[in-house]
């Protein structure tokens, strides 16, 4: 009786180091995970709630629009929370609908 091998052929041609043209690879991509960012600058805050970053700015120059904060070098750069942001918009949306 002849011995039988259980070793299966390898897929990459070993004179090329190529793939053979038979050889079919599955590969399983990795789970896609979202991360929301806890805070956002003016101009992902902008995108997000979908005005422009000057319009964000002339609101927080007449106290109006979603809380913010400062920080970064002097507390120059500007970020929203994305709570906030959620929160702002749905004031807004309750306005626009009377209120109701």
Do not use: H
Not at 7 to 20: E, F, Q
Request: hydrophobic letters at 40%; a positive charge.
């Amino acid at each position: 009786m002849a011995a039988t091998s259980n070793t299966t052929k390898s897929p990459v041609n070993p004179r090329t180091g190529r793939l053979s043209k038979s050889a079919s690879l599955v590969v399983e991509a990795p789970p896609v995970i979202e991360i929301t960012p806890g805070a956002l600058s003016s101009q992902g805050a902008a995108a997000y709630v979908g005005r422009s970053a000057k319009t964000l700015s002339n609101l927080r120059a007449q106290g109006k629009g979603p809380r913010f904060f400062r920080a970064g070098r002097l507390n120059s750069r500007v970020y929203y929370l994305v709570k906030d942001l959620d929160a702002w918009l749905e004031e807004q949306a309750a306005a626009s609908n009377g209120g109701a």
